[in-house]
């Protein structure tokens, strides 16, 4: 059980500092309407915390004490881009959820 928190805490870890990681890659273009409704955007941050949270529960789950913590953190910090930038593939492109003037946070989310 140790190994599967300790997995977790891992995981966990690596979904966080991917997101410090994209927010530091992004600190430049805050001033633009669209990346500043997204940073004060409770939805926003309520979806980006649960996909974080459900990846670090997936590869505690799946991996547990199999990886090294490293692996795990990097496998953490993974799964939510991978899971962003599939979504956002799959997602037709001329399709819009809510108005265009105030997205809401699945199109924030996934943009």
Do not use: C
């Not at 547990?64 to 799959?90: C, D, M, N, Q, Y």
């Amino acid at each position: 059980m140790d190994a599967i928190l300790w997995s977790f805490g891992a995981a966990l870890f690596g979904g966080i500092f991917q997101e410090v990681l994209h927010w530091w890659y992004l600190r430049t273009r805050l001033t633009t309407r669209r990346y500043a409704a997204r940073l004060k955007n409770k939805g926003y941050w309520i979806i980006t915390s649960i996909v974080v949270l459900m990846s670090a529960i997936g590869v505690a789950w799946f991996y547990g004490s199999r990886l090294e913590h490293l692996e795990v953190a990097i496998l953490g910090a993974a799964f939510p881009e991978i899971f962003r930038k599939l979504v956002t593939a799959a997602k037709q492109q001329n399709v819009t959820l809510g108005s265009g003037e105030h997205e809401n946070a699945i199109d924030l989310y996934f943009s």
